[in-house]
C-alpha cells in the first residue's frame, strides 16, 4: 500500500479505539472501600466547587468517593485559592466554595454571601482542620528549631542568612551553613498566607507590622502560584523556607515551632487541640448556620500547634435548581460525616473533626432544601 | 495573480452573450463569499466592542475599587513592563540567532539537507507553549541556576546581574530564553525566505570577484534581506509579547518593576497575569484583566503593524 | 560581469580586487562559518532537549489507563481519556466553524473581492494573526457571560476562542494556494460557458485541493496546543464530557496545566502524567504536520 494509504489505517484505527475508549470510559472504584455512607447511590446532577488549595487533596478524596457511590453524579473542585472560592461563590459561579477564611465583613463579604444564598440561608461550617507546616530545604540540616521571632524575621527579610545568629540561638548544636535564605510566600490570594500571617501578626506584633490579609505583604521572595507551588519550589532550590498545608509537604522537612516553652511539630493533633480551646466569633458567626471560629494563635498550652488553619464549606440552604440543591446536600452530609472526615485524615493528614463539632454542624448541612 | 479581473475579461463577455443574467448559483455562491467575508468584520468587531465594554468599568473606577487598590495605571503599567521586558529580552536573543540559522540553511549546509533542516528549526514553532513552559521551569531553570550565580559573581556591578541570583532558576532571564526558542523559528523562517531570494548575479558577481563566502554573505545577502528581518523580527516581537503559558508556568512573580533579570522578584507579564489571576477573580476585578488584555492587544496591533509597513516598503522599492 | 561589479560598494570590491586571499579573510571566514555552524547547533539543542525531556518523563505516566479511563472517582490514579476527547471535540468544533469561513473569505478575497470591503478584509485579517491567545479566551468568555451570566464554563466556549486565531491561519493559506492556481484554468472554464460558481466549486478548488487541506491541517496543529484561551472558558471537571454545549470539558493542555499546578496529594503520579498529556500533545502536533505534507505530495495536481 501507498504511504498515505497506510496514513489513512492508522489514523482510522485511531479514531475507533478513542471512540470505543469514549464510549466505555467512566474509571470506577479505584478507592475501593466503603460507599454506603457517601449516599445511597441515588444522587444525580452536577455541581462544581471552587476554593482553598490547602483543601486539595481532601476535596478530590471526598469527591472520589462520593462519585463511586453516586455515579449519577459528577462534582469539580477547582482549587484556584480561597479568595478565588469565595469570590466564585459570591458572584454565583460555583454551588460551594472552599476557604481557609471565614467570609469577612469588610468590604462587604459576609452580606454579599446572604444575599447569594437569598431566600436562603448562608452555610459556613468548618470542614477541614490541618496544620500549616514551615517547610525548609536546607541539606544537611534534618531538624530545625524557630522561635516565633525568628520566623517573622525570616518571612520579613530582616534575617536573610541560615547561619544567622537568631537562628544559631533556636538550634544550639546544630551545624548551619552560609546560605543564603530564600523566603517562598504565595502569589495568589490564599487563606493560607491569611492564616499565617494572622498568627506571625498576633504572636510577635513587635516584629510582624504588616496587615493580615490573603495576600503576601512583603515583595521580593521567592513567589509561587498555590500550595504545591509553594512545595515545588521549596523542593527546587536549596536554601529555601516556605509555609504550606502539611497535607502537600510530602518529603519535605517540617521546622519546629515554639509554643510557650515546648517545640511543636505540625501534626493533626497539635492542631486540632487549638481549635477545641477557641471560641466562636461572634462577629463572623451572625447567621443560624454560619459557625467560623476566633482561632486563639497566642496558645501556650501543651500538645498545640499555633499555625493551624481551618478551612470552611460555604454553601446555601437554597439553590436554584432542585437537582442542584440534591447533590450539594449529600456531598456536604458526606464530607461533614464521620466516615468523611477519617477519609480526608487518611489522605490528606488533616485532623478529623471532633464529634462535638460535628454535633453542632450536621444541622447546618441538613437544612439544605433538596428537592 | 488571480484578482477579480479575470470575471471582467471572459466571464463578463459571457455574460454579455448570454444576455447578461447572472444565474441564481452564481448569486447565491457570491453573496455566500460576501458573507463569510461580512462575518469576519462583524466578528472583529465583536471583538472589539465586547472587549471595549468590559474593560471599561476598570479604565474609569476609582483606585479604591481596583484590586490592589490602585488605579488602573498603577495596576497596568508594571505589567506592560514586564510584557516589553521579556519580549524584548527574547527579540535580542532570538534574532541574531535566526539569522544565523537561515544563513546556515540557505548558504553553508548542503542544499540537499537544507530542506530537512528547514523542517526541523520549525518543529520549533509546533511544539505547544505549554510544553515550553514545563520544560523551562522543570529543564532550563535548573539548569541555569549555576550560571545565574555565576553572572551575579562575576557581571553583578551591572543591574541587569544585579540578582542575588534566585535558586530555583524561575527568573526573567529564563523566560526570556525560552521565549527568544520559542519566536526563533519565526523569525527564521522569515530571514530565510529573504535569503534565499537574494540575486544570485550579485551573489556570483562577488564570488568572482574572490570574495570569500562570508564576504560574499556580508555584503550581497545580508543587505538585501536587512529590511526583512526586521519585519520578521517585529513579527517574533508580537508573538513573544502575547505569550501566556510559557510565561505563567516559569515566573516567580513578586512584583517589582526591575531590570534585575536573575533574581526571584520579577515583574509579572500582562499575559501572565490574565492567566494567573482570572480563576480566582470576578466582578471589577474580571474587567481590570480585561483591560490590560486590551492593552496587551493594543502593544501587539502597533508591533505587527510596524512589521508589515516595512515589509510594504521593502516590497515597492 | 561588469553590472555586477558596479553594483558593489565601492570601497569594497577595490579591495577585494587589490588584496589576494590572504590567511587573514580566510581566517574570518573560517571563523563565521563555524560560529552560522554553532548557531545551528545551538538552535537544534533546544529542540532535542525538549522532545527527549517530554518523551523521558511523559512515557512513565503512558499506560492504557491514561487512554482509556478518565479521573472520575479515582485519587491520584485514573486516565485522561476524557482529556483526549475533550481536546478532540473542541478542536473539531473549532474547525467546523473555522474552515467554512476561513475558505469561504479567502475565495472572496481571491475571486471576489474589490474596492474597500478587500481591503478592509486583508488589513483586519491581519489584525487577527496578531490576537494574543489569551485575549481571543477573554473574548470568548465575555461573549458568553453575557448570555449566561458569569462563571460559565462550556466547551463550546474554548472551540469559539480558537476559532478566532484558527481564521485567520485558514484564510491566509487558502489564500495562498488558491492564488497559485493559474488563471489559464479559470479562463478555460469560462470559455466553455461554465458559471463561475461552478468554476470556483469544480475547477480552482480541486486544483487547489492538497494545499487547502495541508493548510488546514497545519491551523489545527497551531490551536489544538492552546492552553490559554481554553483556560478561562472551558473549566476543569474530572469527568468524560461529551457534549461541547453542557458544562465544563476538559482537554489534554488545560489538564496538563492542572496536573502540574495542583498535583494534590501523589505528586509524582500527577507529574507524570502532566507529561505523558503533554507527550500527546506534542504526538498529535507531529502527526498532523507529517500528514499535512503527505497528504501535500500525494494529492498535489502538477499544473502545466
Known amino acids: 500500500m501507498s504511504s498515505s494509504r497506510w496514513l489513512v489505517v492508522i489514523a482510522s484505527a485511531v479514531i475507533l479505539a478513542l471512540g470505543v475508549a469514549a464510549c466505555g470510559s ?157 523566603p517562598v510566600n504565595r502569589s495568589d490570594e490564599s487563606g493560607t498566607t491569611e492564616n499565617f500571617t494572622e498568627y506571625l501578626s498576633e504572636v510577635v506584633p513587635s516584629v510582624w507590622k504588616f496587615e493580615v490579609s490573603g495576600d503576601w505583604p512583603v515583595k521580593g521572595g521567592e513567589a509561587a502560584s498555590g500550595t504545591s507551588g509553594v512545595v515545588e519550589a521549596v523542593t527546587a532550590g536549596e536554601g529555601t523556607i516556605g509555609y504550606a498545608d502539611a497535607s502537600q509537604a510530602g518529603e519535605l522537612s517540617s521546622a519546629q515551632v515554639k509554643v510557650g516553652s515546648e517545640w511543636a511539630e505540625p501534626t493533626p493533633e497539635a492542631a486540632a487541640k487549638v481549635l477545641e480551646e477557641s471560641p466562636l466569633d461572634k ?79 450536621m444541622p447546618a448541612v441538613e437544612a439544605i432544601e433538596a428537592g | 495573480m488571480a484578482s477579480v479581473d479575470t470575471t471582467t475579461n471572459a466571464g463578463q463577455l459571457l455574460a454579455a452573450a ?79 540567532l535566526a539569522v544565523a540559522v537561515a544563513l546556515f540553511i540557505t548558504h553553508v549546509a548542503p542544499p540537499r539537507i537544507a530542506l530537512t533542516l528547514g523542517y526541523l528549526v520549525d518543529l520549533l514553532a509546533a ?169 496587551l492587544f493594543a502593544i501587539t496591533l502597533v508591533t505587527n503593524m510596524a512589521a508589515r509597513w516595512i515589509i510594504a516598503r521593502q516590497e515597492g522599492e | 560581469m561588469e553590472s555586477s561589479v558596479q553594483n558593489l560598494p565601492q570601497s569594497s570590491s577595490s579591495r577585494l580586487l587589490a588584496s589576494g586571499l590572504g590567511w587573514r579573510r580566510r581566517g574570518v571566514n573560517t571563523v563565521m562559518t563555524v560560529l552560522i555552524a554553532g548557531a545551528f547547533v545551538l538552535a537544534m539543542i533546544p529542540l532535542f532537549s525538549l522532545v527527549f525531556e517530554v518523551a523521558k518523563r511523559g512515557i512513565p505516566g503512558l499506560s492504557l489507563e491514561f487512554f482509556t479511563e478518565d479521573a472520575r472517582g479515582v485519587v491520584g490514579g485514573g486516565g485522561a481519556s476524557h482529556a483526549i476527547m475533550g481536546t478532540l471535540i473542541i478542536t473539531g468544533v473549532a474547525s467546523v466553524i473555522s474552515v467554512p469561513i476561513g475558505i469561504m473569505a479567502a475565495i472572496y478575497l481571491n475571486e471576489y473581492g474589490t474596492g474597500r470591503l478587500r481591503r478592509a478584509l486583508t488589513f483586519f485579517v491581519d489584525v487577527m ?85 495541508t493548510g488546514v491541517m497545519i491551523a489545527i496543529a497551531r490551536i489544538v496546543g492552546e492552553t490559554a484561551p481554553l483556560l478561562v472558558t472551558t473549566g476543569v471537571v474530572d469527568s468524560m464530557n461529551t457534549d461541547p454545549f453542557d458544562g465544563r470539558m476538559q482537554n489534554l493542555a488545560v489538564y496538563a496545566y492542572n496536573e502540574y499546578r495542583s498535583p494534590g496529594v501523589m505528586k509524582q503520579a500527577a507529574y507524570d502524567k502532566a507529561w505523558a498529556a503533554a507527550l500527546t500533545l506534542i504526538a498529535i502536533v507531529m502527526i498532523l504536520n507529517v500528514a499535512a505534507r503527505l497528504v501535500y505530495r500525494r494529492y498535489k495536481t502538477e499544473i502545466r
Not at chain 1, 305 to 311: A, D, F, G, K, R
Not at chain 2, 180 to 207: D, H, K, N, T
Not at chain 2, 220 to 233: D, E, W
Open chain 1, 26 to 182: 467512566s474509571s470506577s472504584d479505584e478507592t475501593g472501600g466503603g460507599g454506603s455512607s457517601a449516599g445511597g447511590g441515588e444522587v444525580s446532577g452536577e455541581i462544581a466547587g471552587a476554593g482553598s488549595t490547602a483543601q486539595q487533596a481532601a476535596q478530590e478524596a471526598w469527591i472520589a468517593e462520593f462519585e463511586n457511590a453516586n455515579s449519577g453524579a459528577t462534582i469539580s473542585y477547582d482549587p484556584v485559592g480561597s479568595g478565588g472560592g469565595r469570590e466564585q461563590f459570591l458572584s454565583g459561579g460555583v454551588a460551594y466554595a472552599g476557604s481557609d477564611a471565614a467570609l469577612s465583613t469588610e468590604e462587604g463579604e459576609l452580606e454579599k454571601a446572604e444575599k447569594r444564598c437569598a431566600p436562603g440561608d448562608l452555610i459556613e461550617v468548618p470542614d477541614y482542620i490541618s496544620p500549616i507546616a514551615i517547610i525548609y530545604n536546607l541539606p544537611g540540616v534534618e531538624e530545625l528549631k524557630l522561635s516565633p521571632e525568628t520566623l517573622a524575621k525570616i518571612f520579613a527579610q530582616e534575617i536573610t542568612s541560615w547561619n544567622d545568629p537568631a537562628i544559631a540561638k533556636d538550634n544550639e548544636g546544630v551545624e548551619l551553613p552560609d546560605t543564603r535564605i530564600t
Open chain 1, 283 to 361: 462577629e463572623l458567626s451572625p447567621g443560624k448556620y454560619t459557625i467560623a471560629y476566633e482561632l486563639d494563635r497566642k496558645t501556650e498550652s501543651e500538645g498545640t500547634y499555633p499555625i493551624v488553619l481551618t478551612s470552611y464549606l460555604i454553601a446555601c440552604t437554597k439553590y436554584g435548581s432542585a437537582s442542584e440543591a440534591e447533590a450539594v446536600k449529600a456531598y456536604a452530609e458526606y464530607v461533614v460525616s464521620p466516615e468523611g472526615q477519617e477519609l480526608a485524615a487518611e489522605q490528606a493528614g488533616s485532623a478529623p473533626l471532633s464529634s462535638a463539632l460535628t454535633k453542632k454542624i
Open chain 2, 18 to 96: 448570454s444576455g447578461g443574467r447572472r444565474r441564481l448559483g452564481d448569486r447565491v455562491f457570491s453573496r455566500t463569499a460576501v458573507l463569510a467575508a461580512l462575518t469576519i468584520l462583524i466578528l472583529l468587531a465583536g471583538v472589539a466592542i465586547f472587549l471595549l465594554s468590559e474593560g471599561l468599568p476598570a479604565l474609569t473606577a476609582s483606585a479604591a475599587e481596583l484590586p490592589e487598590g490602585k488605579s488602573f495605571i498603577d495596576y497596568a503599567a508594571p505589567l506592560a513592563f514586564g510584557t516589553v521586558l521579556a519580549a524584548t529580552l527574547a527579540a535580542l536573543v532570538a534574532v541574531p
Open chain 2, 127 to 295: 511544539i505547544p507553549s505549554i510544553i515550553y513552559g514545563l520544560w523551562g521551569i522543570f529543564v532550563l531553570g535548573p539548569k541555569m541556576v549555576p550560571v545565574m550565580k555565576w553572572l551575579e559573581a562575576k557581571l553583578g556591578f551591572i543591574p541587569i546581574f544585579e540578582g542575588p541570583a534566585s535558586v530555583t532558576g524561575r527568573t526573567m532571564l529564563v523566560a526570556g530564553l525560552v521565549l527568544a526558542v520559542m519566536i526563533l523559528p519565526i523569525v527564521s523562517a522569515v530571514a530565510r525566505e529573504a535569503f534565499a531570494q537574494s540575486p544570485r548575479r550579485l551573489q556570483e558577481g562577488a564570488q568572482a570577484l574572490g570574495a570569500t563566502r562570508w564576504e560574499m554573505i556580508r555584503m550581497t545577502v545580508l543587505p538585501f534581506g536587512r529590511s526583512s528581518v526586521i519585519s520578521g523580527a517585529m513579527l517574533g516581537l508580537g508573538r513573544a509579547l502575547g505569550e501566556t503559558m510559557a510565561v505563567t508556568i516559569i515566573l516567580s512573580v513578586s512584583g517589582a518593576v526591575t531590570f534585575n533579570l536573575i533574581s526571584q522578584a520579577n515583574p509579572s507579564t500582562i499575559a501572565a497575569n490574565i492567566a494567573l489571576d482570572f480563576p480566582e477573580s470576578s466582578g471589577i476585578a474580571i474587567n481590570a484583566l480585561i483591560a490590560t488584555g486590551l492593552v
Open chain 3, 129 to 213: 494573526t496578531g490576537i494574543p491567545s489569551i485575549v481571543a479566551g477573554l473574548f470568548a468568555y465575555a461573549l458568553f457571560e453575557i448570555f449566561f451570566g458569569p462563571g460559565i464554563r462550556l466547551g463550546v466556549m474554548g472551540s469559539v476562542a480558537l476559532s478566532l486565531l484558527m481564521i485567520p491561519i485558514v484564510i491566509r493559506s487558502a489564500e495562498e494556494v488558491l492564488k497559485i492556481v493559474p488563471d489559464h484554468l479559470r479562463e478555460a472554464s469560462y470559455a466553455l460557458g461554465t458559471p463561475k460558481w461552478k468554476t470556483i466549486t469544480k475547477v480552482v478548488l480541486p486544483t487547489a485541493f492538497a494545499g487547502l487541506v
